[in-house]
């Protein structure tokens, strides 16, 4: 199996920055697409930024200009650099992967989240 794992979260004030980490773990897969995506309370989660293999990234509006998004294919690793936090930033992360495992390619690859809080 493959496993994704976060790491990186915590409490920061307004304007202040953060950098999200989520390496992929097993054997036997490659990695296609990757995202960030976030889920405030009471809301549904959302895609924020998502990286190609080939390193084409897209942006919802909310975080472009603010938030980066990169990997490392080495490393198996997506980042997201967020700048500028806001309050409203608030939330849990989950990075997603779609993986090519053993020859069988799946989208439904979650890591297990990592809670961000920025306060004002």
């Known amino acids: 199996q493959v496993q994704l794992v976060e790491s990186g979260g915590g409490l920061v004030q307004a304007g202040g920055s953060l950098r999200l980490s989520c390496v992929a773990l097993?054997?036997?897969?490659?990695?296609?697409?990757m995202g960030w995506y976030r889920q405030a309370p009471g809301q549904q989660r959302e895609l924020i930024a998502s990286?190609?293999?080939?390193?084409?990234?897209n942006y919802a509006d909310s975080v472009k200009g603010r938030f980066i998004i990169s990997r490392d294919n080495a490393k198996d690793t997506v980042y997201l650099q967020m700048n500028s936090l806001k309050p409203e930033d608030t939330a849990v992360y989950y990075c997603?992967?779609?993986?090519?495992?053993?020859?069988?390619?799946?989208?439904?690859?979650w890591g297990q989240g990592t809670q961000v809080t920025v306060s004002s």
């Open positions: 990286i190609t293999s080939g390193g084409s990234t």
């Open positions: 097993g054997r036997g897969f490659s990695i296609n697409a």
């Open positions: 997603n992967a779609a993986i090519t495992h053993w020859g069988v390619r799946g989208s439904g690859y």
